[in-house]
């Protein structure tokens, strides 16, 4: 049953790909690309409810891809009228890291496959806020439950500055002081330990004249990875 629904996902994955195109961006550190992601985002139909269908994919690129080969996909679906999410799948390989999670609605609740934790309903994954900030300006600043694979966080948005259609917006994490739950992996992909890792500053850029995220940047210390949008 659950290699049917890999099969179903990775199959409207790629029909959404080929059909709308997808955008993409370099990952750079220290002036080299070191990977690529390509986002999809489309109105669409879960379980008979309006849904929006999000699915990330990030591929290491050229010398990084030798070195350290990292190869992740995440699919959400949440709800049109109120951004619930629906459902969550993950698949993401990297040396000596295997990740693999799902989710199932049970009783009315979206709850990680053999475990019983519930993705808290007025909650965002970093892929559906994400999404949800391209469309959505913010005036000031934001706060919101961010949710990590069975984690919850506090985060806060700030909006830094504007030039036309173009902000840019600041985001702060902190790990909630009370905690439910354990995450449902030991050790997650590189990709979101960079964005949830503390003390990391993060900064999302937004061209709302095309309703489309333009640059991301996650700098801690030396270490910053710079995802600019490939025209």
């Not at 913010?138 to 036309?164: C, I, K, M, P, W």
């Not at 003390?199 to 489309?212: E, F, H, M, P, W």
Request: glycine fraction near 4%.
């Amino acid at each position: 049953m659950m290699t049917i629904r890999f099969i179903i996902i990775l199959f409207f994955s790629l029909t959404v790909s080929l059909t709308l195109g997808q955008n993409r961006y370099n990952v750079n550190m220290w002036g080299m690309t070191v990977a690529t992601v390509e986002i999809t985002g489309i109105d669409s139909v879960y379980d008979s409810v309006p849904a929006r269908y999000i699915h990330f994919a990030t591929q290491t690129t050229s010398l990084a891809n030798t070195i350290y080969p990292v190869n992740s996909q995440y699919v959400c679906w949440t709800n049109l009228d109120n951004n619930r999410i629906l459902s969550f799948w993950k698949e993401s390989q990297q040396p000596n890291i295997i990740n693999e999670i799902t989710t199932e609605s049970i009783h009315g609740d979206v709850m990680y496959t053999d475990t019983q934790i519930i993705i808290p309903n007025d909650a965002f994954n970093i892929f559906s806020f994400l999404d949800y900030l391209q469309t959505h300006q913010v005036s000031n600043t934001f706060q919101f439950r961010l949710e990590r694979e069975g984690l919850q966080y506090d985060a806060l948005v700030n909006r830094l500055s504007q030039n036309d259609d173009i902000v840019t917006y600041n985001l702060e994490i902190k790990l909630t002081s009370s905690q439910k739950f354990s995450s449902v992996v030991e050790r997650t992909d590189i990709f979101t330990w960079a964005v949830f890792k503390p003390g990391v500053s993060r900064t999302i850029t937004v061209d709302y004249s095309n309703n489309q995220i333009i640059k991301c940047e996650f700098q801690s210390g030396i270490f910053k990875l710079q995802a600019d949008f490939i025209p």
